[in-house]
């Protein structure tokens, strides 16, 4: 028995091992199908506190790991593909493992949506991000492409200006999902030039490990042509990673967990951290501040039952 299963292993779910390790509650952290989150799929991360030259994302969340390691907690490589949440003690199990737990710390993170094409995994961090509040420091002067219609593209594509020579912004369609709002500030921006009925077919270059351009197709006339981009930002939306738990914790329509307050969810006992529930912010520092408050909360709630 178990007092308390981490779901996940990204900056939530390690900080929330930190914080439980040190509370002697030997936490188990189960690591996923992404170890290390979304931080592992980056390069360098400049803007989390403590780190002046900035560190890089894997190292970050190793480092993470370790001192977590250090305090007690351990890990378990695999994913949760069940839980019994209904009565206490929780139920799940893990690849083919069912393990008992007294409360459960979600912390199993957002995934970026991709557009699913081969060359743009493969240059995920050389050019290809999901996240320009990391990466658009690095392509200061250089040619920028967003694509996506809805808020977050229209976010993205306004701070990228900030740094670009340009900023292309390429949506499927010509009317859009953000709101009204986020739209016209885009609109009023000179430096964003809109592509739309547009779809990209390619990204370049995987040869040379970096990306030069993309190819791109206009909908309305069926023609493929090339541009030239150095920077590639994929903002079409992020998908919650809790099918799991559907159906036994509340969650929003697009799957997020409902927040019932501080980190606590709609079961008593499971508690919530990082961006399985936070669509907002989704900031590796945002997540390693959820995850402490996990962790408090289920020191209070074991002690308040009597563990
Ligand atoms: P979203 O609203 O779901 O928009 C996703 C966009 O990506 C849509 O325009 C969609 O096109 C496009 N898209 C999806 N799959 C695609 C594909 N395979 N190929 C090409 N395009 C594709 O997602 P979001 O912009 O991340 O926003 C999510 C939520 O967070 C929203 O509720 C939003 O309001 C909120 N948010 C708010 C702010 C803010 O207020 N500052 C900032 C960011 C996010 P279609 O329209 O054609 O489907």
Redesign the pocket.
């Known amino acids: 028995m178990r007092n308390v299963v981490i779901i996940g292993s990204g900056c939530a779910g390690n900080t929330a091992a930190i914080y439980a390790a040190r509370a002697n509650l030997q936490p188990l952290v189960v690591t996923g199908h992404e170890p290390g989150g979304q931080l592992s799929l980056t390069t360098l991360v400049e803007n989390y506190p403590g780190f002046p030259r900035g560190i890089d994302g894997p190292d970050l969340v190793e480092n993470m790991k370790r001192q977590a390691i250090h305090f007690g907690a351990e890990y378990l490589d695999g994913t949760l593909l069940e839980a019994d949440l209904s009565k206490r003690p929780f139920r799940i199990r893990v690849e083919e493992e069912w393990i008992e737990t007294r409360t459960l710390i979600i912390a199993s993170g957002a995934s970026a ?1 991709w ?1 699913g094409l081969p060359a743009e995994q493969r240059l995920v961090g050389h050019g290809v991000s999901s996240c320009a509040t990391c990466d658009g420091f690095f392509y200061r002067d250089k040619k920028i492409m967003v ?7 229209m ?1 993205e594509a306004i701070f990228l200006t900030r740094f670009g020579s340009e900023v292309a912004l390429v ?3 010509e009317t ?2 953000a ?1 009204k709002i ?1 739209l016209d500030r885009a609109r009023a921006n000179p430096k964003i030039h809109w592509l739309l009925n547009t ?1 990209v077919a390619d990204v370049h270059d995987v040869e040379q490990g970096i990306v030069t351009g993309v190819t791109l197709c206009d909908l309305q006339t069926g023609k493929s042509y090339r541009r030239d981009v150095d920077g590639f930002f994929v ?4 998908v919650p990673n809790t099918k799991p738990f559907l159906g036994k914790i509340e969650l929003d329509p697009d799957g997020y967990i409902v927040s019932k307050g501080g980190a606590r969810t709609s079961v008593t006992g499971v508690f919530h951290a990082g961006d399985v529930q936070d ?1 907002v912010y989704r900031q590796a520092v945002t997540a390693a501040g959820a995850g402490c408050m996990a962790a408090m909360e289920v020191e209070r709630f074991l002690e308040s039952e009597g563990h």
């Open positions: 949506r557009l694509v996506g219609g809805g808020d977050s593209a976010e949506h499927r369609r859009f999902r709101s986020m779809v903002a079409i939306g992020h669509r």
